[in-house]
């Protein structure tokens, strides 16, 4: 199957009619920085199933609704907010000084095109290319409870990467709504029409099952772990995920690796290396279903 490619312009991250029902959001809110109507469109569509938003138009507006808590801080960083010491002034006036701040800008604009220096000086959490990424995934993933958000995050920039573009919105379904029990039986009941026989019939057009996507689904949770858990850890003794029965039977299975494999290679090799493997190992269990060798559903 062919790589994944980028749109200039991406589109919503996951389509209303394919969106999975979830109860109504609750809780501390998304507080987004932008004076762009479009720009707030798109987030409040991305984020209306995960999380409440409050919009702020200016610095200082910003600063006043940080008094109260919130679960995310995203600014859109374009003029007149591309200036990066505004971040430590967002974290320095945040009533609490751990909020996640998201930037969300253009991989061109050359006040934020060093994504990984500004992220690794503690600024800024992440930061989003609206013009190679799809943000609206990413920034629902931002939304999530802290202990899953930089794993979901992870992940779905994984399978951005490794799967074609059809199947980008089927991926993040599953990702950004799993459970305890990541099923197609648990994915069809959460479709509008509760059927599996429809979720496999929509499938069919991109040549792949519904199993097939679940176990990829699977496999890049538990890689995205292993990531995170290494991400700090560059030297010493690295500290493995629990190689507990059912990571280890996934990895086995679709990597030919054990967690502590895969811990140790992103130790050694670093975690592009665990990357790579990952991609490859998707795009080979996406052949195999176009071959009809995939696992049964």
């Known amino acids: 199957m062919p790589p994944a490619r980028h749109r200039s312009q991406p589109p919503e991250a996951i389509h209303p009619e394919h969106r999975m029902t979830l109860p109504p959001v609750t809780g501390l809110p998304v507080l987004i920085l932008s004076d762009h109507v479009a720009m707030r469109l798109r987030l409040s569509a991305a984020l ?45 006036g945040a009533r609490d000084p751990l909020v ?41 993933a931002w939304s999530l409870h802290s202990d899953r958000c930089r794993r979901k995050v992870e992940a779905l920039r994984l399978a951005h990467q490794s799967a074609p573009e059809p199947l980008h919105r089927f991926l993040e379904e599953l990702l950004l709504n799993d459970s305890a029990d990541l099923s197609v039986t648990a994915w069809a009941a959460k479709k509008p029409d509760s059927s599996r026989f429809a979720l496999r019939r929509e499938l069919a057009r991109e040549g792949v099952a519904p199993s097939t996507l679940v176990e990829i689904a699977r496999m890049l949770n538990v890689v995205a772990r292993v990531l995170i858990r290494t991400r700090h850890r560059l030297t010493g003794r690295p500290s493995a995920l629990p190689d507990v029965r059912s990571a280890r039977r996934l990895l086995t299975r679709t990597m030919g690796m054990s967690p502590s494999d895969m811990t140790q290679m992103a130790h050694d090799e670093g975690p592009d290396a665990v990357r790579d493997r990952t991609k490859q190992a998707v795009g080979e269990m996406l052949r195999s279903d176009h071959l009809g060798e995939g696992p049964g559903a």
């Open 48 to 92: 209306e199933l995960f999380a409440p938003v409050v919009f702020a138009s200016s610095e200082l507006d910003l600063l006043a609704r940080l008094q109260a808590s919130a679960r995310l801080v995203v600014v859109h960083g374009v003029a007149p907010f591309t200036d990066p010491r505004m971040l430590a002034r967002i974290r320095h």
């Open 100 to 140: 996640p701040i998201i930037v969300l800008a253009s991989s061109r604009e050359p006040v934020w095109a060093n994504r990984r220096e500004l992220v690794a000086s503690g600024q800024v959490e992440d930061i989003i290319h609206t013009d190679t990424e799809r943000m609206e995934s990413l920034i629902a």
